[in-house]
């Protein structure tokens, strides 16, 4: 009886833990873009008007 | 196999799933502590003199933050025994088995180097190695050597709490000057009665987890009496900021009135030391000291705004 309960919660176990599973590699790919996005602001702050002013 | 292994999961007490949520990620970082840290940062960046583009101010508020979270992550790694015992923790991702240890010591050291690389890269080194210090303080100093062996160990652990204003205050200027000091010593002195409060009406777990906190070791009546003196302690060092120069009238009054209010609790929690009305003084003094030291930077912050939008 135990264990058709553990059978019978596993499949719902399963989709559970895949949808976390998909929600970890979204947030993961988030914070990756985040991570180029921020230390791209922050080059372009960085060289401000350097690039402008530079001898061609 | 899978039900196997939540049957053995589940015959342990721990929750039965093995995949850990973005949440639980996030319960790693201790967001409550975070959103104090994170103020009390960006109140050190405002005070702090000179100005900083808007988007660097910002990265460095966030690695701040990051590394913060790091902090409680390694702390939660390391602690996960005792944070199974203790009520007030049990509920923690790792004790609920939501989260492995090795998953939080991986999380949390990819943070740490994250958030001090990131930080001194694009905003300056001078930051970045306090955000460093903070991070190993509170793991090695607070969490792997204070914690379980001495009563002192959230006095001296409380360092680790402090440094946030001070490394925003260096993320702004590139150094570390008397005023950043001063926020650093009002938090570190506001800690002790802060946790001892708590430490009171949470004495048997403390006790239960093996925690030699103050009412553990040397009773609570010792407790009640240091709590005193360091409330005392603390609002003479809530003055200071008046005697700097870096606070104005508003924070002045307002600061003075809150640290009566303290103070008056803390002499409540002296006096009643017996049953639930110890309790219940205890509580109102722990709830209150998060109020006072978050007016206390509030107060700060409006005045550094005011200084700014006038100059």
Redesign the interface.
Known sequence: MELQLADGNDNESREAQAKRQRMRSIAIAVALAALVALFYAATIVRMGGNVADRAL | M??TI??ETNATGLA???????GD?VQLMKPRVMSLVIFTALTGMVAAPGSL?P??AG?GL?MIAIGAGASGALNMWYDADIDAQMARTAARPIPRGRVTADEALTFGTILSFGSVL?LGL?VNWVAGALLALTIAFYLFIYTMWLKRRTPQNIVIGGAAGAFPPMVGWAAMTGSVSIESVVMFMIIFIWTPPHFWALALYRCRDYERAGVPMLPVVAGTDETRRQILIYSVLMVITAAAPIYFGFAGMTYAVASTLAGAVFLWLAVKVWQIREGREADKAARRLFHYSIFYLFLLFALLLGESIAARLIA
């Open positions: 899978s039900g939540e049957a039965g799933s093995l995949e850990p949520s973005v990620f583009h988007i660097l990265i966030l990131t694009l």
